[in-house]
């Protein structure tokens, strides 16, 4: 098994930023990529990053693209989620995921390319 637990949520001023973590534990990390999803009430779950095994590689939607920055610590076992620049319609749960499947393209964007999850956190950014 796989576990993932998030951390940094909180709440933040629009213009402002937070760095959310995620460790990951239970079973070799080195080789898999890693994803932050979000999720607002009454919306679906939206991928916000994505990064290869070796931090070599990201991808990012356009929604975020230039204010997110996905990074990871493989001695570590962490991978981190750069928010500037928030705003109010980032308002959601934060999720990290962990796919071995080695998305690409659109893939990055969906949920089932993801086999294990963390429980969340919750960031709130007010204008």
């Known amino acids: 098994q796989v576990q993932l637990v998030e951390s940094g949520g909180g709440l933040v001023q629009a213009g402002g930023s937070l760095r959310l973590s995620c460790i990951v534990s239970?079973?070799?990390?080195?080789?898999?990529?890693m994803g932050w999803f979000r999720q607002a009430p009454g919306k679906e779950r939206e991928f916000v990053a994505g990064?290869?095994?070796?931090?070599?590689?990201?991808y990012y939607p356009n929604s975020v693209k230039g204010r997110f920055t996905i990074s990871r610590d493989n001695t570590k076992n962490m991978v981190y989620l750069q928010m500037n620049s928030l705003k109010p319609d980032d308002t959601a749960a934060y999720y990290c995921?962990?796919?071995?499947?080695?998305?690409?393209?659109?893939?990055?964007?969906?949920?089932?390319?993801?086999?294990?999850w963390g429980q969340g956190t919750q960031v709130t950014v007010s204008s």
């Open positions: 995921a962990v796919s071995d499947k080695r998305p690409y393209g659109s893939r990055w964007y969906h949920a089932t390319e993801y086999a294990y």
């Open positions: 239970g079973r070799t990390f080195d080789h898999y990529s």
């Open positions: 990064i290869r095994w070796n931090g070599g590689t990201t």
